[in-house]
Each structure stands twice: as C-alpha cells, then as structure tokens.
T-cell receptor, first 114, second 114 residues
Framework: GQQLNQSPQSMFIQEGEDVSMNCTSS?????WLWYKQDPGEGPVLLIA?????ELTSNGRLTAQFGITRKDSFLNISASIPSDVGIYFC??????????????FGTGTRLQVFP | AAGVIQSPRHLIKEKRETATLKCYPI?????VYWYQQGPGQDPQFLIS???????DKGSIPDRFSAQQFSDYHSELNMSSLELGDSALYFC?????????????FGEGSWLTVV
C-alpha cells in the first residue's frame, strides 16, 4: 500500500531557529496536506497543496508540492515554543462517491527550547 | 463554530469486551471518516461513509464495524477487544466535493484495553 516517509523523525531546536521537514512517497498524490497534532488532540490542517510545484505560505509556514507529486517539504521560520508538536504530511486519495481518504506520513516530532 | 464531536473521550475496556465510539460531524457535512492512531504512530484510515453508504475501507479489522445514521452521526463498534486495539480513534467529517482541505478532525476517543 501507499506509504509516506517523513524526515527527520524528530527535531530539537532552539526558539527562533528555522525548521525544515520533508515527506516522500512511492505513489503520486493529487493533493498534499500538512497537519499539526498536539498531544491527545486531533490533527489540525496547516497547509493544503493542490498543484505540482506549488509553493504556499501560511504565516511563518511555507510548504511546497514536488514537481513529481511524490514529495513535499514544510518550513517553519523563527520557531516559537507553541510550534511544539507532531507534524504530519498526508496524501489525499479520491474514494467512492468523491470522498477523500488521507494517507498520513510517519510524522516529525518537533521540540522547541526557549 | 461547531466542530466534530466524539464520545466518549476516554474509555477503558477489558480484553474480549465490546466498545462503541460515537461521532457527530460538523453540521451539513455528509461524510465521516474513522482513523486509528496507536501510541507513537501515524493515523491509519479505517473506514468512511457518505450519505450513510460505505465509501471506502482501509485497515479495519473484521471485529470492527461501523455505520452512519440518518442524522449523519456515525458509530464505530469494536468487539472481542484485544490489547493491541488500545489507541486514539479519530473521526473526521467533510462536505464531499469541496476538497481535502475541508476535512476536520475531532479530538479523538482514547480507548485503553486492559
């Protein structure tokens, strides 16, 4: 089945530093999404990417959809303590009745030290 | 704004018992998805429903079943529980056809099997 590999698995950085994480897949996805998950809570959407090569920003977050549609990266600039959490990439697959199934990546755990 | 509501938030069951999780989607959303997230793992897609019809099936064990009711809420029934079923179960909802960026996750139901 489809598998999305994220790297790095975990990151320990100091407040103010920039962060970069990426996600690769053996399969092509039409849509890539980046989520943040706080402990014990559901994933919250950060950025959605729809076009190959697309570069999208959301505040301090920037994400790009790879040209091959098999990879994506997420950058966080000037990290702050509330950036702590687990970041997941997800690829969207279209199911029956036009519903969307998400395949999640393996996650990147981010820890920010003041 | 109303979000996806899941109940119960926490559940403790013994092996071989049965558990039922409930999900109330965002109003006007017609699709619900169920995901299972084991400790330290990424969310795994279980099953989805559109307008009370099963639209997609993932890695859902045969011991589990789910359905969507006429009011669009959904229930995940888990029987013959095993220790490995201990996980955080997420429900998500969306309005089909509006894009993967309109999938919203609930806060999850913690199931602990002892």
């Amino acid at each position: 089945g489809q598998q999305l590999n994220q790297s790095p698995q975990s990151m320990f950085i100091q407040e103010g530093e920039d962060v970069s994480m990426n996600c690769t897949s053996s399969s092509i996805f039409n849509t890539w999404l980046w989520y943040k998950q706080d402990p014990g809570e559901g994933p919250v959407l950060l950025i959605a990417l729809y076009k190959a090569g697309e570069l999208t920003s959301n505040g301090r977050l920037t994400a790009q959809f790879g040209i091959t549609r098999k990879d994506s990266f997420l950058n966080i600039s000037a990290s702050i303590p509330s950036d702590v959490g687990i970041y997941f990439c997800a690829g969207q697959l279209r199911g029956s009745y036009n519903t969307d199934k998400l395949i999640f990546g393996t996650g990147t755990r981010l820890q920010v030290f003041p | 704004a109303a979000g996806v509501i899941q109940s119960p938030r926490h559940l403790i069951k013994e092996k071989r018992e049965t558990a039922t999780l409930k999900c109330y989607p965002i109003p006007r959303h017609d699709t619900v998805y169920w995901y299972q997230q084991g400790p330290g793992q990424d969310p795994q897609f279980l099953i989805s429903f559109y307008e009370k019809m099963q639209s997609d099936k993932g890695s859902i064990p045969d011991r589990f079943s789910a359905q969507q009711f006429s009011d669009y809420h959904s229930e995940l029934n888990m029987s013959s529980l095993e220790l490995g079923d201990s996980a955080l179960y997420f429900c998500a909802s969306s309005l089909t056809g509006t894009g993967a960026d309109t999938i919203y996750f609930g806060e999850g139901s913690w199931l602990t099997v002892v």
